[in-house]
T-cell receptor, first 112, second 116 residues
Framework: DAKTTQPPSMDCAEGRAANLPCNHSTISGNEYVYWYRQIHSQGPQYIIHGLKNNETNEMASLIITEDRKSSTLILPHATLRDTAVYYCIARGYDNYGQNFVFGPGTRLSVLP | DGGITQSPKYLFRKEGQNVTLSCEQNLNHDAMYWYRQDPGQGLRLIYYSQIVNDFQKGDIAEGYSVSREKKESFPLTVTSAQKNPTAFYLC???????????????FGEGSRLTVL
């Protein structure tokens, strides 16, 4: 599975959009981009995933560049409860669940 | 509500003792997983199971054991052979498609083990 790189930390003002970047320059054609988040001392929570089209759900939007080498998770109106570690994972859909590789992620702090 | 239940939430043990962490799911998922998380780190896979009575080692299986006698349950035993067992342990599950591929992971709330 492709390795992903994320900034270690980011700040965002409450009510503003939080844009979390992820680089996956070695991603292959059948690998999806998944996003999870982990609030302190809780289990990770699935947010969204996509292959090449932009995706949106009730939690967030996922923007994937045309060459698929990077993506951005957008939380449109960040709240204090969005403070968490966000993980970006590139994983082939044909693969088993053991290939979800959770790196250190990005620690997002939403500030009042 | 469907979900994954881990127990206990906090556990203390003395060195040399085995301890078993419970993980139960009512999502009707075939696959289950155990991860370990150390402070400030990502998650590392310990064991996973795609089907009842079968399981595979992950990246850091040494000092751990599991069983999968029922679809709903995947307990993890941290043995005395695990040299640094103090950590946050997370259980997860996922569906398994007809082609053997799996969907996204659903996690429990975790168990924090401290060895005194």
């Amino acid at each position: 599975d492709a390795k992903t790189t994320q900034p270690p930390s980011m700040d965002c003002a409450e009510g503003r959009a939080a844009n979390l970047p992820c680089n996956h320059s070695t991603i292959s054609g059948n690998e999806y981009v998944y996003w999870y988040r982990q609030i302190h001392s809780q289990g990770p929570q699935y947010i969204i995933h996509g292959l090449k089209n932009n995706e949106t759900n009730e939690m967030a939007s996922l923007i994937i560049t045309e060459d698929r080498k990077s993506s951005t998770l957008i939380l449109p109106h960040a709240t204090l409860r969005d403070t968490a570690v966000y993980y970006c994972i590139a994983r082939g859909y044909d693969n088993y669940g053991q290939n979800f590789v959770f790196g250190p992620g990005t620690r997002l702090s939403v500030l009042p | 509500d469907g979900g994954i239940t881990q127990s206990p939430k906090y556990l203390f043990r003395k060195e040399g003792q085995n301890v078993t962490l419970s993980c139960e799911q009512n999502l009707n998922h075939d696959a289950m997983y155990w991860y370990r998380q150390d402070p400030g780190q990502g998650l590392r896979l310990i064991y996973y199971s795609q089907i009842v009575n079968d399981f595979q080692k992950g990246d850091i299986a040494e000092g751990y054991s599991v069983s999968r006698e029922k679809k709903e349950s995947f307990p993890l035993t941290v043995t005395s052979a695990q040299k640094n067992p103090t950590a946050f342990y997370l259980c997860a599950s996922s569906i398994v498609g007809l082609a053997g591929n799996t969907g996204e992971l659903f996690f429990g709330e975790g168990s924090r083990l401290t060895v005194l």
